[in-house]
């Protein structure tokens, strides 16, 4: 329910435009540098009105990476909870160390290109 009121209230405010309500990175404000989540709400506005293009922009490795990942879960979550299951995704030592490696990798390249 809070995604769905979360969903409805960026639909109708554009991260793009300054002095929104939105939250900004903590990490940029810091720093300056873009985290690897830097963009997503952008990006998540993109997708909610289809311009995939400008989602693509906002962050392409949350994109094509993330967004698959989350609507596997989510669709697996479903599937374990329709066949009266309990889906609790678990991480190995490889995984994390795979999804840290990618957000720094991530992290270095969206700085240093620009």
Known sequence: ?????GAA???G???HQPGSLLPGCPFHWATGLLCPACGGT???YDLLHGDLPGALHDNAALLLLGVPAAAYLAGRWLYE???GRRYRPR????GA??????AVAWAV???LVG
Not at 1 to 5: T, V
Not at 91 to 94: E, G, N, T
Not at 97 to 102: K, R
């Open 97 to 102: 160390a795979a999804v840290l490696t990618l």
């Open 13 to 15: 405010t554009d991260p």
């Open 91 to 94: 991480l190995s030592a490889l």
């Open 109 to 111: 390249i969206r700085n």
């Open 1 to 5: 329910m809070a995604a769905l009121l």
């Open 9 to 11: 209230y960026l639909w």
């Open 42 to 44: 952008r990006m998540t």
């Open 81 to 83: 909870g329709l066949q």
